[in-house]
Each structure stands twice: as structure tokens, then as C-alpha cells.
């Protein structure tokens, strides 16, 4: 089946460590991106990629950092840097165009604890 | 004043309502427009995109006024499995020249039996 994964679905980290969540398509999709959301907030862009080996900072990308090895993953270190990193990570992805429909993986639930 | 607004709700209905949402947007350069669905601890998928001339996709209706830059869901005959946020979604042009989603916060239904 066609689709975004993300692992895992849930991860809780000790705070200080930096860590990374997987998103991988299979979907030939060009563009991806990572959006965080708080609870009764928008999803907000951290990083986003419009190609391979090219990406591009989002509105908060403070304490974040990104790889676009390969076409079909797009993986995001929440790094110590990070001040407030618990949070629902989600990542999507989209043909190139403006009106293509952006398709999500299921997300990342992290707890910093 | 955020770029996407969207009022946070909750609205709380009977099945068989009648429900409309508002969404204002800043940017008058914005050019796609999208309803997206999210249920609770889950991932965004898209409802339906905004035309300039509305459009109708069974039970929903999206309208889109470019002039007061705001957005509009009506959702007809309202039924318990409506009951999500409903993210209003709007494609702007970023500082670095390319294109990104910005997301409202989300309005939320409740629909009751």
C-alpha cells in the first residue's frame, strides 16, 4: 500500500538527549515537510524539503535538523537545543504544485520527560 | 493577528443540523485554499479543497470570498461521525520564495445525539 509512515508512534525521552523520528514515503512524492502541534494549536512548519539534498527552515526550526538523503524519507532530530520539545510531530507529504493534496503520516507522540 | 483564524469553537449540535464555520486569512496573496479534517489524536486528512466559485461535495459546501479573505465549510444534515476539528488551511508564499501550508488553530464540532 501507498502511504507516509511514521515510527514510532509513541516515544518518551530523558530531557538533554536529542532524538529522531523516522518518516518514510513510498508515494514518489517530491516535497515533505515536518509540522509540530500543541494541544488546541495549528500544526506549525518546522522544516520542509522540496527536493533531495535540499531543505528549508519553517517558521520554528529553533533547536531542529533535518536530512533529505533520499527521496522517500525526510528524518527529524529534535535536538537538547530544543526548549520545549513534548509535543505531537507530524510529517506530510505532496506532488510538486501548489494544488496537490498534502498527505500526512499518522504521527509522532514525544514525551520529554 | 495570526494568518489563518479560525474561532476554536466547540459548536455543539443535534444530528440533522445544520453547522457553518469561518475562517479569515491575512495573506491576500494566498492562493489555494483547503478544509481539512482532524479526529482527536489522529492525523489531518483533507476534506475538500476551496474554489472561487464554491463548491459542493455532498453533505459540505466550501465557499471562498477573496474580497473579505475569509473562507467558509457549511456542513448540512450533520451526523455523529462529523464530530472532528475542522482545520481551515491556506497555501502562502514564504520568505524564501517558495510555498507552504499555514494551518488554523482548528474549529471543533460536536455533534450530538
Known amino acids: 500500500d501507498g502511504g507516509i509512515t511514521q515510527s514510532p508512534k509513541y516515544l518518551f525521552r530523558k530531557e538533554g538527549q536529542n532524538v529522531t523520528l523516522s518518516c518514510e514515503q513510498n508515494?514518489?512524492?517530491?516535497?515533505m515537510y515536518w509540522y509540530r502541534q500543541d494541544p488546541g494549536q495549528g500544526l506549525r512548519l518546522i522544516y520542509y524539503?522540496?527536493?533531495?539534498?535540499?531543505?528549508q527552515k519553517g517558521d520554528i526550526a529553533e533547536g531542529y535538523s533535518v536530512s533529505r538523503e533520499k527521496k522517500e524519507s525526510f528524518p527529524l532530530t529534535v535536538t537538547s537545543a530544543q526548549k520545549n520539545p513534548t509535543a505531537f510531530y507530524l510529517c506530510?507529504?505532496?506532488?510538486?504544485?501548489?494544488?496537490?493534496?498534502?498527505?500526512f503520516g499518522p504521527g509522532t507522540r514525544l514525551t520529554v520527560l | 493577528r495570526k494568518e489563518v483564524e479560525q474561532d476554536p469553537g466547540p459548536f455543539n449540535v443535534p444530528e440533522g443540523a445544520t453547522v457553518a464555520f469561518n475562517c479569515t486569512y491575512s495573506n491576500s496573496a494566498s492562493q489555494s485554499f483547503f478544509w481539512y479534517r482532524q479526529d482527536c489524536r489522529k492525523e489531518p486528512k483533507l476534506l475538500m479543497s476551496?474554489?472561487?466559485s464554491g463548491n459542493e461535495d455532498g453533505r459540505f459546501t466550501a465557499q471562498l470570498n477573496r474580497a473579505s479573505q475569509y473562507i467558509s465549510l457549511l456542513i448540512r444534515d450533520s451526523k455523529l461521525s462529523d464530530s472532528a476539528t475542522y482545520l481551515c488551511?491556506?497555501?502562502?508564499?514564504?520568505?524564501?520564495?517558495?510555498?507552504?501550508?499555514?494551518f488554523g488553530s482548528g474549529t471543533r464540532l460536536q455533534v450530538q445525539p
Open positions: 508515494l514518489n512524492h517530491d516535497a
Open positions: 476551496v474554489y472561487s
Open positions: 488551511v491556506v497555501n502562502n508564499l514564504l520568505d524564501t520564495g517558495r510555498r507552504a501550508l499555514t
Open positions: 506530510a507529504s505532496k506532488l510538486a504544485g501548489g494544488k496537490s493534496e498534502q498527505f
Open positions: 524539503s522540496q527536493i533531495v539534498n535540499d531543505f
